[in-house]
């Protein structure tokens, strides 16, 4: 079966920054707004974006601030509440272009936190959901932090950046020996940066990684309050080998939203969605099938 074409999509979110995302499908089928992990871009949901592209929705899969080609923040600005509006921002576009109204927010680690901070915020507030849905892949109201300083490490290991792709993968391969080793790297690519000393580095703004930076695992009591007021319907997807998002912490969040679904990927590591995308897409598109 063919991969849908897709067009580029763009909108401004918090602080003037301009974002970029690739739309599968067709604009009249419900939507849905793909949010990609820290450290990744849209690409990273490229698989995923066209089987729900196929299976009649309208995949948008976006850039976060200062990933890929969105704009880095002027003022290095990559806290939550900068990542609501963002969230904000897409909603309603996609909510003005779509005869079904808001879209389904499916996200994974960061994207999934600001999916979380989004919804649980405008609740506190006393506003309607950005989204109609939220999917929150491998991340929760609480993630360990052995996993994150895991992540946080390789994020900021080689600030010096690769002689060549084929270095690039080579680092890649020892963070993720589970995974095999692609012999084509035109997809690496996408997710790195030349730069003008012939380096290549990742494909984001390294304020990213400021120390300043809040961070989820500093707050597990705020995401625990936002996950508490959420009314839409929710589904949480694990992998199942995950060192991020802990099976007691998923059971968790459980009791802490009784009306979620949940989903084990088994032999998935944290980044589900590249380690078992068809198992996990299918997972997703059930359950958005439900909401039709």
Same mark, same amino acid.
């Given at each position: 079966m063919s991969?849908?074409?897709?067009d580029?999509?763009?909108?401004t979110?918090?602080?003037g920054?301009?974002?970029v ?9 419900p ?18 974006a ?10 948008v899969?976006? +850039?976060?601030r200062?990933?890929g080609?969105?704009?880095? +923040? ?6 939550? +509440?900068?990542f ?7 909603c309603d576009?996609?909510?003005?272009r ?11 680690s960061?994207?999934?936190?600001a999916?979380l901070?989004t ?10 959901p950005a989204?109609?849905?939220l ?6 109201h ?5 996993g994150?300083?895991?992540i946080?490490?390789f994020?900021t290991?080689?600030p010096?950046?690769f002689a060549?792709?084929q270095?690039?993968a080579?680092?890649?391969?020892a ?5 095999p080793?692609?012999?084509n790297?035109?997809?690496?690519a996408?997710?790195?940066r030349?730069?003008? +000393?012939?380096?290549?580095?990742w494909?984001?703004?390294?304020r ?19 996950a ?17 998002l ?7 969040f459980?009791?802490?939203v ?7 990927v088994?032999?998935a590591?944290?980044?589900?969605a590249?380690?078992k ?7 997703v ?7 039709r």
């Amino acid at each position: 079966m063919s991969t849908p074409v897709h067009d580029r999509l763009t909108c401004t979110g918090a602080n003037g920054v301009g974002l970029v995302a690739d739309a599968y499908g067709h604009p009249d089928d419900p939507a849905v707004l793909l949010l990609h992990g820290g450290g990744q871009t849209r690409h990273s949901w490229g698989g995923t974006a066209a089987t729900l592209a196929r299976r009649g929705f309208h995949a948008v899969s976006a +850039d976060l601030r200062g990933h890929g080609e969105s704009d880095w +923040d002027p003022d290095g600005n990559y806290g939550f +509440d900068a990542f609501r509006a963002d969230t904000e921002a897409w909603c309603d576009l996609l909510a003005s272009r779509s005869p079904h109204g808001r879209p389904a927010v499916v996200g994974a680690s960061m994207g999934g936190l600001a999916g979380l901070w989004t919804e649980g915020s405008r609740a506190e507030e006393g506003l309607g959901p950005a989204g109609r849905a939220l999917v929150l892949v491998d991340v929760a109201h609480r993630i360990e932090p052995e996993g994150v300083a895991r992540i946080v490490g390789f994020m900021t290991g080689r600030p010096e950046g690769f002689a060549s792709l084929q270095e690039a993968a080579d680092a890649i391969a020892a963070y993720m020996p589970h995974r095999p080793r692609p012999t084509n790297l035109d997809g690496l690519a996408r997710n790195l940066r030349l730069g003008e +000393d012939g380096r290549y580095r990742w494909h984001w703004d390294p304020r990213f990684m400021s120390p300043d930076r809040p961070r989820a695992s500093a707050v597990p009591d705020v995401f625990a309050d936002h996950a508490s007021r959420l009314r839409m319907p929710v589904l949480l997807v694990r992998g199942r080998m995950s060192d991020v998002l802990s099976e007691d912490a998923a059971q968790e969040f459980l009791t802490i939203v009784p009306h979620a679904r949940y989903v084990d990927v088994g032999d998935a590591h944290h980044m589900v969605a590249g380690d078992k995308n068809d198992t996990f897409t299918d997972a997703v598109v059930e359950f958005l099938e439900s909401l039709r």
